[in-house]
């Protein structure tokens, strides 16, 4: 099982240049979500999908766009990429509430994006 | 609204000393989650600790513990004989169990141990 991956690992970007970032689950999982992490803020929530074809909005969801058009795949994209955006990016999946519990999220290794 | 507090920024202990990692909660809900995710050097999170709001018992995990108490609204982690190896960044995180399962992460406790 590769777990979480995420595409690609690094990426640079002019602002107002567009993007889609991959995230691809092998577990099955239901649920799936996109993190940003920046320095002393922690991690916070910017989309999340609870099962294909459907998507929500986290904490932080300006100036994303997501889609989940396969169970497996969930995508991040910027439109108009800006320089606010410059951020570690982390896709995670979890069975959600399967089993009558909170299960925990599983993480991708990350994407390091720089918008200039 | 739910919030996860980490007061320590950072922590620095020599090694085999004991450290423990506070973690403060907020949320209105009577059935929440807690979690402890480990970021080592390497960047990717690794998921140490599950808790739910109905079990208060500690847990011991060889060198690793944590200490829930509803009453004060903490979560701390507490690491015996710290080796070189937990030098990482600690994220407490909180899930309201309603469905999404979203979780709120604290700021991280970024923990150096020098040898």
């Known amino acids: 099982n590769a777990g979480v991956t995420q595409t690609p690992k690094f990426r640079v970007l002019k602002t107002g240049q567009s993007m889609t970032l991959l995230c691809a689950q092998d577990?099955?999982?239901?649920?799936m979500y996109w993190y940003r992490q920046d320095p002393g803020m922690g991690l916070r929530l910017i989309h999340y999908s609870v099962g294909e074809g459907t998507t929500a909005k986290g904490e932080v969801p300006d100036g994303y766009n997501v889609s989940r058009l396969k169970k497996q795949n969930f995508l991040l994209g910027l439109e108009s990429a800006a320089p606010s955006q410059t951020s570690v990016y982390f896709c995670a999946s979890s069975y959600g509430l399967a089993g009558g519990v909170s299960n925990e999220q599983f993480f991708g290794p990350g994407t390091r994006l720089t918008v200039l | 609204a739910q919030k996860v507090t980490q007061a320590q920024t950072e922590i620095s202990v020599v090694e085999k000393e004991d450290v423990t990692l506070d973690c403060v909660y907020e949320t209105r809900d009577t059935t929440y989650y807690l979690f402890w995710y480990k970021q080592p050097p390497s960047g990717e999170l690794v998921f140490l600790i599950r808790r739910n709001s109905f079990d208060e018992q500690n847990e011991i995990s060889g060198r690793y513990s944590w200490n829930f108490q509803k009453s004060t609204s903490s979560f701390n982690f507490t690491i015996t004989a710290s080796q070189v190896v937990d030098s990482a960044v600690y994220f407490c995180a909180l899930s309201e169990g309603r469905g999404n399962e979203k979780l709120t992460f604290g700021t991280g406790t970024r923990l150096t141990i020098i040898p």
């Open positions: 577990m099955n999982h239901e649920y």
